[in-house]
């Protein structure tokens, strides 16, 4: 019996495959999950047995696809809001390419086995925190603060903190204090990482009617912010070495990328242009990458932290 092609058919599935990945915001999931390996490393003292690399593989796996069903539920929400703006309007929710039931569902199969793996091949635990993320980012940031309050990464900021404890806890079954020192420099990271971000585009946040804050206080405000953070974000990345978590080749490295940053984030306050605050939006991303790599560099080279 043969059928009408329809709109889905006529599209080839390597492309339809590429909007249901991008909806997973592969590159910002690749950097969180990097984050939630490096709480695994740093969880297990020298290098992992068997049994603890079947962890590793299965929360590495689990704790992805459920990040991807998270972005890909914030798509599926903000549908209108992408549309909207410049940055965004090419995906395949803001087209109306992919339906709203195709990317509920393709954010369901994402959780759901994400959930299971986790669950069955980590622990429950690491599957409530998990879980808690999803709803953390999906629901509480995207649903309730973002449209709210010019807060709303400030808060939100919170569940993409989370990946070194979730790393953490599919290794040791508890939150350790040495997670939640991780999760708070991601934590302290996320505001300049986004406002150096939301300067630069405010005129596409100001078409999306959201209250971020370089259209709600301005760009002076802003900028002020986000030198104030860069250097609490600086003393809060000692915390590993201070507390013994972390030996001198981590603190080299949380000086140089720090005060890196601190650098950027005054030369942006004192003279601002487009293009400054996209250079400090891009080193965000490698002082977070840097940092976690160096973590897990001091933690293989100077196994006592000495
Ligand atoms: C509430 C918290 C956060 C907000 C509001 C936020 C916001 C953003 C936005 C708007 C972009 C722009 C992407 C683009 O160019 O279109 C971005 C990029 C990025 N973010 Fe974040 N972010 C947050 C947390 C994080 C976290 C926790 C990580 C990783 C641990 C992260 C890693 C990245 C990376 C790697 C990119 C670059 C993506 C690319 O080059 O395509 N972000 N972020
Ligand atoms: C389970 C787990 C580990 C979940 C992680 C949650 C998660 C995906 C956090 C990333 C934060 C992120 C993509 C912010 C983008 O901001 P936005 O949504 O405001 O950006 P947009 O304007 O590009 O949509």
């Known amino acids: 019996m043969s059928s009408t092609p329809s709109v889905t058919a006529a599209v080839p599935t390597a492309s339809r495959w590429q909007q249901f990945y991008q909806l997973t915001k592969p590159r910002v999931v690749q950097l969180i999950v990097f984050c939630a390996v490096i709480g695994m490393a740093l969880a297990v003292p020298g290098m992992p047995s068997g049994a603890q690399w079947i962890s590793i593989v299965a929360a590495t796996v689990g704790i992805w696809l459920v990040a991807g069903a998270a972005a890909a539920f914030n798509c599926l929400i903000e549908q209108q809001i992408d549309a909207?703006?410049?940055?965004?309007?090419?995906?395949?929710?803001?087209?109306?390419?992919?339906?709203?039931?195709?990317?509920?569902?393709?954010?369901?199969?994402?959780?759901?086995?994400?959930?299971?793996?986790?669950?069955?091949?980590?622990?429950?635990?690491?599957?409530?925190?998990?879980?808690?993320?999803?709803?953390?980012?999906?629901?509480?940031?995207?649903?309730?603060?973002?449209?709210?309050?010019?807060?709303?990464?400030?808060?939100?900021?919170?569940?993409?903190?989370?990946?070194?404890?979730?790393?953490?806890?599919?290794?040791?079954?508890?939150?350790?204090?040495?997670?939640?020192?991780?999760?708070?420099?991601?934590?302290?990271?996320?505001?300049p990482h986004f406002w150096a971000l939301a300067l630069y585009r405010v005129e596409d946040y100001r078409k999306s009617g959201l209250p971020m804050l370089p259209v709600t206080h301005g760009g002076e405000y802003t900028r002020l912010q986000i030198f104030l953070y860069t250097w609490i974000l600086l003393a809060a990345t000692l915390l590993p070495f201070l507390t013994g978590m972390s030996g001198w080749i981590y603190l080299a490295s949380a000086l140089a990328l720090g005060l890196g940053f601190c650098g950027y984030a005054w030369k942006l306050w004192r003279g601002y242009s487009d293009e400054l605050a996209r250079a400090t939006f891009r080193f965000s991303i490698w002082h977070l990458s840097l940092l976690f790599a160096a973590l897990l560099l001091d933690h293989y080279l100077l196994p006592s932290g000495a």
């Open 84 to 191: 909207k703006m410049k940055r965004t309007a090419w995906r395949a929710t803001a087209k109306g390419q992919l339906s709203r039931a195709q990317t509920l569902s393709f954010s369901a199969l994402l959780c759901g086995i994400g959930s299971a793996i986790l669950w069955v091949w980590v622990n429950p635990l690491t599957m409530w925190l998990t879980f808690a993320t999803f709803v953390g980012y999906a629901v509480i940031y995207t649903v309730i603060l973002k449209p709210m309050t010019p807060q709303n990464i400030v808060i939100g900021g919170a569940s993409g903190a989370m990946p070194p404890v979730l790393g953490w806890a599919a290794l040791r079954g508890e939150v350790g204090p040495e997670a939640l020192i991780l999760c708070l420099i991601i934590f302290l990271w996320t505001p």
